[in-house]
């Protein structure tokens, strides 16, 4: 039996301890993350023939060691957790979390941050449109810019798309929050939509169409994460989530099929779902195909930057403000092979740690990785004593949660940058000002104590 049986074989496996480690809990980092290689494991399978697979044991064993790896870290954070927490203590406050009032935001607020995220998208799309010669939705245009968004666009433009991305989280958080621990008519929070669609559609123009997922899964996430906070943890089921996650994954195939013209050539791929099937199996199956081949991989082996492929941010930030000044080569791309033309350059999770530092050194990465996760995972949201500490967390950990969700792709850390920092920041600060909990008063920057607590303070102000 082929090695690529044999991964799927652990990957079940591996979900079913999962499962029982983490007790059925479908958001757990570990559950996620096998469930996404799972995927990517049949979708290499669905391709079998047309991509006329091979499947080494040595991929077989790295991959297999690494999920194990994530599932084993997890299981000893959640243990820790698990016995250093007071059972009575869990959820004590609950009740007052249930009790106190919906997120307000002063008419006053509402027109100025719907302004502010209109005019950044604007000011992105109006650089598109200068960099396709007046024409809005040229192909061309949308697809160069995919490919070099700083260069085409402009700074100017380029960081005003950045910033309707990341203020349209809050507003999301604040639409969730409202609508499903309070029930409130979607009516009365629509207008906290606007920034996200106005978010929606700088993806659109920039061609980045992971982001989709980022605030798919960042929905999903708050969603699950108020309602357990509500109805406490184990009354949440995942059977509850199985329709709107298939709608989801309907409207991702949808986004992804549609623009497939725009920012990738369809000329490879003939039917909707061989071209998922691409987008998900592939990864892996090049991981396969590079792994005994590290002038594929790491076309330089850069003695004194170690982890250069793993922590590309990194030396690209160094760089940028002189402190290196050396010419790296990027990661190259490999075709997958048989009747397929197409192929790609990233290489799951696990590629860039195992080629800068080996077998051990991938191991440690992994689990320092998902220990961060998992030990944010634990701490604020799965036994934690007091949700009111857990409100700016869950803003941020649902914001970046699709570094785990996307592990079947690549390692997110080469995407990281210094200016995630500031995005963090900014989404915090806007929360804040929307929630009254941040706010100017005689040309003072006020910031309120219950700021980190803000569902607990029942003063006017919140009301």
Not at 427 to 451: A, P
Request: glycine fraction near 6%; hydrophobic fraction near 45%.
């Amino acid at each position: 039996m082929s090695y690529l049986y044999w991964l799927l074989i652990v990957e079940v496996s591996l979900l079913i301890l999962s499962c029982c480690v983490t007790s059925m809990d479908f958001t757990s980092p570990s559950f996620i993350t096998v469930i996404v290689f799972i995927i990517a494991t049949l979708s290499i399978i669905y391709n079998k023939v047309y991509w006329r697979v091979t499947f080494t044991k040595e991929t077989f064993l790295l991959v297999s060691l690494g999920l194990f790896t994530i599932v084993f870290v997890e299981m000893i954070i959640k243990t820790y957790y698990n016995l250093n927490v007071k059972r009575d203590s869990i959820w004590i406050d609950q009740k007052e979390f249930i009790e106190a009032a919906p997120y307000y935001v002063p008419n006053h607020l509402k027109v100025i941050f719907l302004m502010f995220s209109t005019v950044c998208m604007i000011t992105y799309v109006i650089g598109v449109i200068k960099t396709s010669g007046m024409q809005a939705f040229s192909v061309q245009a949308i697809g160069v810019v995919h490919l070099d968004e700083e260069l085409e666009v402009g700074t100017v433009a380029n960081i005003a798309g950045r910033i309707s991305k990341v203020i349209c989280f809050p507003s999301l958080f604040i639409f969730l929050h409202n609508i499903i621990k309070y029930n409130k008519s979607v009516r009365q929070n629509i207008w906290l939509l606007i920034p996200v669609i106005n978010s929606c559609i700088y993806m659109f123009f920039s061609g980045a169409r992971s982001m989709y997922l980022s605030l798919i899964i960042a929905a999903l996430f708050y969603s699950v994460i108020f309602r357990r906070f509500k109805l406490g943890w184990y009354k949440v089921k995942i059977k509850k989530y199985i329709v709107p996650i298939i709608i989801m994954a309907f409207i991702m195939t949808l986004v992804f099929v549609g623009t497939r013209d725009i920012v990738k050539n369809k000329e490879y791929t003939t039917t909707p779902l061989q071209y998922l099937t691409y987008y998900i199996g592939s990864p892996l199956y090049l991981f396969d195909k590079i792994i005994h081949n590290t002038q594929i991989a790491s076309p330089v082996h850069y003695k004194n930057y170690p982890g250069y492929y793993t922590f590309t941010w990194l030396y690209s930030e160094l760089k940028k403000i002189g402190i290196i000044n050396y010419q790296f080569q990027d990661v190259q791309f490999v075709y997958i092979g048989g009747s397929f033309k197409g192929g790609g350059n990233v290489y799951t999770i696990f590629s860039n740690p195992y080629h800068d530092f080996g077998l051990i050194g991938m191991l440690i990465f992994i689990a320092l990785f998902y220990g961060l996760y998992c030990v944010l995972y634990y701490k604020y949201f799965r036994y934690n004593r007091k949700i009111s500490k857990s409100i700016i967390p869950l803003l941020m950990f649902g914001n970046y949660y699709y570094f785990v969700v996307l592990s079947f792709y690549t390692a997110m850390t080469v995407q990281f940058r210094t200016q995630i920092i500031l995005e963090m920041i900014i989404s915090m600060v806007v929360f804040g000002v929307l929630t009254g909990y941040i706010s100017f008063n005689n040309g003072k920057l006020i910031i309120k104590k219950e700021f980190i607590g803000a569902n607990y303070d029942k003063s006017k102000n919140n009301r």
